[in-house]
């Protein structure tokens, strides 16, 4: 076996531990985690320990992370000004009969922080804010209908999951209407077929979908739908849970130019600790107010104590560019190594969350076989997900994963 051989990875606890795992856990891993949804065998399971950009799977293989967790690491794994902030609130207290004073800070953050924002509410995952988003706007308008866009990804509440998926009805999507992405006049025919019914339009700032190019919003797009929510009474909601704190701190709605009237965040806000943020404008407020929304958790005090130091250190530390930098960084070497060896790479997205595909691959099998090879010489690239950078890769480190990626080319041209 060639030298280099011997050196790939392999991932024989990863598999272990998945097939116990398949006996006690409906469908092993479940979700957006699950191996199934990868190249069976090519890719680490499970993680044992993680630190700054890199983490460490049960085999003891080393990566460096472009996915980041699918998003909530931001700063670097275990990054220490925020665990010590949450576990100063831990010790002090986290979980008891009130919230503790964190919860107005964060809030009073928030609303200093993102232009949009008068006010600020908990929970704990995306899913939970992008719900509750709907209800804000339904209690606002007193409408029913809400507009979203075909393949945009909300959570898995039923009104947001296609049928097909176990326990979905079709009377749970009775009061959903659906436009393409990018779409501005279907959107516009739409409003006017249901003009005074709709209550919402909710959508991610741009197309970030699996297995496919990621899409930015069409020159004037985002401020026409804003113009005609404004026009015809309907609640704008930007569901930045994906891509909220890598185009910009004040939401990503800043970064596209336009002006949402609720605001989604989740993923990145704590660098891994769970909570999830609905913002919103005070003409919403009161309607907030009327809507019965909360959990066990949702006023842990810890996870909100790392929250503010995520943002806090974002924001002195000016991250959104140190990740924009190492992004392009990434995106450009991919293409010129694609270049080089006569397998042209496409990127696209934002620095911040990037994906790549090559040119003659519609059905993403070379791209499936090529995260692969990466994978096992120690860069971790999802074969159809969109990547995510964070503050914590620096240029070595990406150098280091365009030495993984010229690496794997030349194993996928031998093979050729
Ligand atoms: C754009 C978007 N919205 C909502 C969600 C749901 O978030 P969660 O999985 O934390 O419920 C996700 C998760 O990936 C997402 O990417």
């Known amino acids: 076996m060639a030298k280099e051989e011997r050196e790939l990875y392999t991932f024989t606890k990863s598999k272990e531990l998945f097939a116990r795992a398949t006996e006690v856990i409906p469908w092993g891993i479940y ?22 950009c890199r983490y460490t799977d049960v085999d003891g293989n080393e990566f460096i992370d472009y996915m980041c967790a699918y ?22 207290a986290n979980c008891t009969n009130h919230p503790a004073p964190v919860m107005v800070e964060l809030a009073e953050f928030l609303v200093d922080l993102i232009p ?50 176990g326990g979905i009805t079709p009377e749970d999507h009775l009061n959903m209407l659906y436009v393409e992405w990018n779409d501005l006049e279907g959107f516009e025919a739409l409003v006017k077929k249901h003009r005074g019914e709709i209550a919402a339009f909710i959508a991610q700032p741009y197309h970030h979908i699996t297995y496919g190019k990621q899409e930015l919003p069409a020159e004037g797009y985002w401020q026409g739908i804003e113009k005609i929510c404004k026009e015809e009474g309907i609640v704008l909601i930007l569901d930045d849970v994906r891509t909220g704190f890598r185009l910009h701190l004040g939401g990503s709605n800043e970064y596209f130019g336009f002006k949402p009237d ?5 993923k990145a806000i704590a660098n891994g600790h769970p909570i999830s943020a609905c913002v919103g404008r005070k003409e919403l407020m009161n309607a907030a107010s009327k809507v019965l929304y ?38 450009e070497g991919l293409e010129e190594l694609g270049a080089q060896y006569g397998l042209e790479i496409e990127t696209s997205g934002t620095p911040g969350l990037p994906f790549m595909h090559f040119k003659d691959d519609p059905d993403y099998f070379l791209q499936q076989t090529f995260c692969a090879e990466v994978t096992r010489r120690g860069s971790f690239f999802h074969p159809h997900h969109n990547w995510f950078i964070s503050t914590a890769h620096e240029d070595k480190d990406i150098q280091e994963t365009l030495n993984h990626v010229e690496a794997a080319l030349k194993a996928i041209k031998n093979k050729m």
């Open 31 to 52: 979700g957006h985690m699950s191996p199934t949804l990868q190249v069976p065998g090519a890719f680490p399971y499970y993680t044992a320990t993680a630190k700054g």
């Open 71 to 92: 998003g909530p690491m931001i700063l670097g794994y275990n990054y220490a000004p925020v665990e010590e902030a949450a576990a100063a609130q831990q010790a002090a």
């Open 116 to 165: 949009v924002a008068d006010w600020a509410f908990f929970a704990k995952n995306g899913g939970d804010v992008t719900t509750y988003s709907l209800l804000v706007a339904r209690a606002h308008t007193g409408r029913k209908k809400v507009i979203m866009v075909n393949k945009h990804y909300h959570g898995v509440a039923p009104w947001c999951t296609s049928l097909g998926h």
């Open 262 to 266: 609720l605001i989604c965040f989740c």
């Open 294 to 331: 909360t959990g066990s958790f949702w006023m842990s005090a810890a996870p909100m104590a790392a929250a503010l130091a995520t943002l806090k250190t974002l924001k002195e530390t000016n991250g959104v560019e140190k990740i924009k930098r190492a992004g392009t960084m990434l995106m």
